[in-house]
């Protein structure tokens, strides 16, 4: 890698031995479908009653996440539980494994996770179909004169389709744009530690400081991802009433 920037490259290749086309990202998809596969494969058989440390992560992790659905939607989410649980540790481990030396942001390539954005939302709006059948397409007729009502109309089915792309969007602009600070804070780094080596030390504590700022980041992009799935789910089990 001559640049941290070349992460955001899709390279494609072609392999005799694999008989079909194979990208650079699907590596690391791979290797987070694993993790994730080997985290629970070896910590839920283990369970103790006085737990390690490991062990207390998780539930830490799974309390956080049955917090968030029971302040968002209530009791009717509990049974979504599983979903937003693995929704969110899909993108934590994306985004923590973007911040490894030599590793690739999932959550920086907008079609992926345009991808998931409109497999989360398209999902939701079955969901509310189902529950509530043709009665769930009241929402996008508000009570408003008769004369604005095709204009209304076609405002709220604008803004509910932009929902999948601006949570997108958001995921990751702001991935992106925290890499991309960090490139151009290390290239500063570099160049002023060969004037003077004190100059060296107070980049490198500037530096650290930002990445422990994007640590935070990689945590706070997963949990407001989570936290919009759980609103718009929300509005599509409690339907056109709420």
Known sequence: MFSPLEQFDVIFYMFKFIPFPFFNVLVPLILIIFLMRVKMFFLAPNLKLIPTVFQRILELLVEFIFNLIKQQIGKDGYIYFPFIFLLFNFILFCNLLSLIPFGIALTSHIIMIIWLSLSVCL???????????????????????????????????????????????????????????????????????????????????????????????????????????CIYLNDALKGPSH
Request: charged share 5%; proline share 3%; aromatic share 18%.
């Open 123 to 229: 999902s939701i709006f079955f969901i509310g179909l189902y529950i509530h059948n043709i009665q769930f397409l009241k929402i996008f007729i508000p009570e408003c004169p008769f004369v604005l009502l095709p204009m209304l109309i076609f405002i709220e089915i604008f803004s509910y389709i932009i929902r999948a792309f601006s949570l997108a969007i958001r995921l990751s602009a702001n991935i992106m744009a925290g890499h991309t600070l960090v490139f151009i804070i290390s290239s500063f780094v570099l160049k002023i530690s060969t004037m003077k080596i004190g100059f060296y030390f107070i980049g490198f504590v500037f530096l650290s400081a930002v990445l422990a700022l994007e640590l935070g980041v990689a945590f706070l992009q997963a949990y407001v991802f989570c936290i919009l799935t």
